[in-house]
């Protein structure tokens, strides 16, 4: 299968002041990398704050790395050893985000006719007067919304409206990749599915490429062909979907698999729980060698001097954990 998008030692810190004359350093995104193959869905999990919303701006260049290389479609878009910065213009149109809070990414001062056309006046300049419209309207058909609605301001409608209204937007310039930043946390659970299955029903038609964030495992599971874990600007865990939620190899991919409820209730008291002690460590001041060891019950001395090796144990299984480098 073709490479759509590849990431290597990937890096995001953010300078902040502590004091006067004090700087520091937030660790938002360290040494990631991952490919995603053309067609398919990469889903993220992770807790809040864990880099995933960082590292999928920074992937699109919103946010420029401090570090790393990122190459797409065999160009490289960015290389920090080369000095390789490409100007990203021409690749707007090719990568979109879809972001997660709707009502913060719509401006409330424009209508949604202007907001999804906004982009096709930079990308396509040669779209005028019936056909700038017909676009318009098409994309909002595209996304179960009508012509009418071209005229509204984004307030008049409802969360769901409000994302799909974000979708448009997205889809507007006929992009190849779509980051999706939590596309549905901000929305009903009766309104997630049919978001997801609407995203779904739009990689089949128009053969995109996602990469999917979401706090929910269980979402992640049903809409991505592979899985991706992080934890404190890290990943530390990579497989297919099926295989990372039947054969979890990192303990905090266990946790996480551990904490998602069963329908049946009786199930859900017999299963075992791998409940994590402390609280998740600061990027300012991450822990030495691996990130995890704080939190992580089978943790070594080893673990608090080295950081672990990110090794593939299983074809396309990934992951870094000392415990299994000796497997």
Known sequence: MKKLIEVEHL?????????????????????VSFFIYVGETLGIVGESGCGKTTMGRTLLRLYNPTSGRIVYDGTPIYDSEKKISVPMLPY????????????????????????VGEALSVHRPDLKGKEYRERINEMLDTVGLNSEHANRFPHEFSGGQQQRVG?????????????CDEPISALDVSIQSQVVNMLEDLQQEKHLTYLFIAHDISVVRHISNRIGVMYLGQMVELAESYEL?????????????SAVPLPDPQKTRAKKRLILEGDVPSPLNPPTGCRFHTR????????????????????????????????
């Open 296 to 327: 992580c019950p089978y943790a070594t001395e080893e673990c608090s001097q080295r950081a672990p090796v990110w090794k593939e144990y299983a074809p396309g299984h990934f992951a870094a954990c000392h415990a299994l480098e000796g497997k």
């Open 11 to 31: 890096r995001k810190y953010f300078r902040i002041k502590l004091g006067t004359l004090k700087y520091g350093s937030i660790q938002a995104v360290e040494d």
């Open 167 to 179: 979708i448009a937007r997205a889809l507007a310039v006929e992009p190849e990749f779509i980051v």
């Open 92 to 115: 707007r149109k090719k990568m979109q985000i879809i972001f997660q809070d709707p009502s913060a990414s719509l401006d409330p001062r424009m209508t949604v006719g202007e907001i």
């Open 245 to 257: 939620c039947s054969q979890p190899m990192h303990p905090y991919t266990k946790s996480l698999l």
